[in-house]
């Protein structure tokens, strides 16, 4: 056999194999680039995850009052709003801008899975959003509140967080232009929010909202956040658990067969 | 470090002689349903062979087809019919051949805009599957070789449009993939910069026998690069072949190139309008071909009707591409246009 030189060596080992990408590897990588606006644009982005929490705390003195039950579920809310619905609309803003621009192109021609590139858009989005809810939680306990940030709650963040997530990549990829998507995450958003116990509670609300409610994730997403923020991990929050592992594969699916980011 | 073997590297799995891209009775109409009726082709049966090794160009005007006919070599784009063969392998099956033999840059690269110069050489050659000291050494030796010393650590949306530019091609080479498709790589660039990644793209060909594949407008420049053309026109390859054998077909005459003086050019517009073998290039450019033999009095004839005095300048030269281009296609290719701006929009 032909001893291999090192030459040989060194140039076999600078020619690009996509077998040696993991998906683990991919993912990262992709994260890394969906941070990498940040490092030009911190100031901006704290002073808006500081706003959030500023606004949720005035909404919490001005509407809840002295009831506690109420500035609970407009808090948790509030949180669930911020960690699901948001990255939902950045997800699809960014897909939409994404498509618009041809930066999808540059995705398509390499080895990467579409699935990651969702995860790692939407990863982003929760790293994003995730300090602001946080210090909401924090300025919650501080007005009495039992608020707690526990295991379940950072597993139920991304759990709940990428169904609704895979929807807005498909609208952003989708829609014709950044306007049309956006508009329609909005609808969307408003439906998903409408549609369920998400800022107003189940009793409040028409039956047939709550029927509805049933057959989107993001009531489960909700009711489970609220679950894990308040600590009672009972059979509902089991139920919403597997209901979002459910809803989390059927858009894995959907990304995988019905996103068409490649062919045009 | 860098392999000095002149012949083409065939991938593992690529046959000897094996064509690297086997294009069969390509056609692509943009539209679904009934708009397949009556829709005009964006390509229609097309048939090519893109061989190991060679630098092949895609020559063509606004709306001739190429970049539908490269976004479809790349996958970006499905077929209306035909078949796309990559390395033997049909990319409609198999798409992940092309992301595995083929480094593509588009004629607007607007990816990684937030990382830097370096972090965007990095971060393509890693996720095409470089191991990282493998990406990093890369990415230094790219930076080094296309002279982005002083813009690596700047974000790439910071940079000049040249600079961008020179990034994403920079980009497009590491890993080192048997395939460069190259659409515009010298738009917005100035002339120092040009030649440079001309250069660099002869040198890539060279030392490792990469397949190039590329668009251009600028036909002057690439001609001394090129040795396989293909000229498309309405949505069909009118011509295919090397670049001298198309020239032959032109040897028997010359062109004469006039400069009109934008002033007085009308009139001297007048006379060459109903000359036989005469064409505006550009305003105020006009070339007329004229039989080499006899060529000294048809000459002669000419600059007696235009009148010296209208010109800023003229020379005569053999059949260049673009001569050859203009009598494949009936215009003059444009410089100025910017191939299917449309692109990202779904049509």
Redesign the interface.
């Known amino acids: 056999m032909q001893a291999i030189t090192e ?2 060596l ?2 076999d ?9 993991s998906h683990a ?2 993912f990262w ?2 994260l ?2 969906q941070l ?2 940040w ?2 644009s911190w100031p901006a982005t704290l002073i808006n995850g500081l706003l959030v929490p500023l606004t949720a705390l005035f909404f919490l003195r001005a509407a809840a009052g002295d009831n506690l039950a109420s500035a609970e579920f407009l808090v948790s809310g509030n949180i669930i709003i911020s960690l699901i619905f948001t990255t939902m609309y950045g997800t699809s803003a960014r897909f939409s801008f994404m ?5 999808l ?8 899975s579409k699935i990651w590139l969702v995860l790692a858009v939407n990863t982003g989005f929760l790293i994003l959003t995730l300090p602001s809810s946080l210090l909401t939680i924090v300025i919650a306990q501080l007005f009495g509140l039992h608020f707690q940030v526990n295991f379940f709650f950072l597993l139920i963040v991304p759990l709940a967080s990428f169904s609704l997530s895979a929807v807005g990549a498909f609208v952003g990829v989708a829609a ?2 950044f306007d049309t998507a956006n508009t329609i995450t909005g609808i969307l958003q408003f439906l998903f929010m409408g549609c369920g116990p998400i800022l107003i509670p189940a009793d409040r609300l028409p039956d047939f909202l709550n029927v509805i409610g049933h057959l989107l994730p993001s009531t489960y997403a909700a009711d489970a956040m609220r679950h894990a923020l308040t600590g009672s991990f009972d059979t509902a929050f089991l139920l919403d658990m597997a209901f979002l592992v459910v809803f989390d594969f059927l858009a894995m699916f959907f990304v995988a067969r019905r996103m068409e980011w ?3 | ?3 000095t073997n002149h012949e083409p590297i065939n991938p593992p799995d690529q046959a000897p002689g094996q064509a690297v891209y086997h294009i069969e009775r390509l056609t692509k109409i943009y539209g679904r349903g009934r708009a397949l009726q009556t829709a005009k082709p964006a390509n229609q049966d097309i048939n090519l062979d893109i061989r190991p090794g060679e630098i092949f160009g895609l020559l063509g005007s606004n709306g001739a087809g190429k970049s539908t006919l490269i ?1 479809q070599m ?5 077929p209306t019919s035909g078949k796309i063969l990559l390395m033997g392998q049909d990319i409609a099956r198999y ?2 051949a ?3 033999y ?3 840059m ?1 004629q ?5 805009l ?2 830097t110069a370096e ?1 965007a050489i990095y ?9 990282r000291p ?1 990406a990093q ?2 990415a230094r030796r790219l930076v080094e070789e296309w002279g982005l010393e002083d813009v690596r650590k700047k ?1 790439v949306r910071h940079l000049s449009g040249g600079q961008h530019r020179l990034v994403s091609l920079a980009a497009t080479l ?4 048997p395939v460069l498709i190259l659409d515009e790589p010298t738009n917005e660039l100035d002339p120092a910069f040009r030649k440079q990644v001309w250069e660099q793209i002869v040198q890539v060909n060279q030392k490792r026998g990469t397949t190039i594949i590329l668009v251009t407008h600028n036909v002057q420049e690439a001609e001394r690069v090129i040795q396989r053309v293909a000229v498309m026109s309405q949505a069909r390859i009118v011509g295919l072949g090397r670049v001298s054998e198309l020239k032959a077909q032109m040897e028997q005459e010359v062109s004469l190139e006039l400069f009109l003086r934008p002033d007085v050019a009308a009139a001297a517009e007048m006379a060459l309008e109903d000359m036989p073998g005469a064409r505006r290039l550009q305003p105020y450019q006009w070339s007329v071909s004229v039989e080499r033999t006899g060529g000294e009095e048809a000459i002669h004839r000419i600059l007696s009707l235009v009148k010296l005095e209208r010109l800023e300048d003229f020379r005569v030269h053999t059949a260049s591409l673009e001569d050859v281009y203009m009598r494949l296609t009936g215009h003059a290719i444009s410089h100025e246009e910017s191939e299917d701006k449309s ?4 049509r």
């Not at chain 2, 790349?74 to 499905?78: H, M, Q, R, Y």
């Open positions: 030459t040989e060194v140039d080992q600078l020619r690009a194999d996509p077998a040696n990408l590897r991919a990588d992709l890394l680039i990498a606006n490092r030009w498509r618009t621009f041809g930066v192109d540059y995705y398509a021609t390499l080895p990467v014709p232009n490649r062919r045009g | 470090m860098i392999s976004r790349v996958n970006l784009v499905a798409p992940g092309v992301t595995r083929v480094a593509y588009p607007k690269p607007h990816a990684l937030d990382l972090e971060y393509t050659g890693h996720m095409r599957g470089l191991s493998a050494q890369e974000a590491t890993g080192n993939l692109l990202n929009v779904k």
